[in-house]
Nanobody, 128 residues
């Protein structure tokens, strides 16, 4: 069982930066792949980024590639999402997710139903 708690959201102007954190409970954090999803009002939850348990591989949605960076600190049971060059369309509730290892078919990480554990979400608002 893993419990996830996000922090770091807030209000920022377009072009600005934020860093989200996801603190995980438990002693087996290094087994888990970590992901970030987001959900804007009236829209479905969408994949943002993911990182393998060892941090050797990272994956990004096209919409954030080159602007966002996912990372993790296994010693401190924390995953991060550094968000730069923020745009108003990045406004959403951002959720941290975890699963035991990456799936065999990597493209399935885009789908929220392959992730086992979720945080409560943190609001990110980007003003124009």
């Amino acid at each position: 069982q893993v419990q996830l708690v996000e922090s770091g959201g807030g209000l920022v102007q377009a072009g600005g930066s934020l860093r989200l954190s996801c603190a995980a409970s438990g002693r087996t954090f290094s087994r888990y792949a970590m992901g970030w999803f987001r959900q804007a009002p009236g829209k479905e939850r969408e994949f943002v980024a993911a990182i393998s348990p060892s941090a050797g591989s990272t994956y990004y949605a096209d919409s954030v590639n080159g602007r966002f960076t996912i990372s993790r600190d296994n010693a401190n049971n924390t995953a991060y999402l550094q968000m730069n060059s923020l745009k108003p369309e990045d406004t959403a509730v951002y959720y941290c997710a975890a699963r035991d290892g990456l799936p065999g078919t990597i493209r399935t990480i885009l789908h929220s139903d392959v992730w086992d554990y979720w945080g409560q979400g943190t609001q990110v608002t980007v003003s124009s």
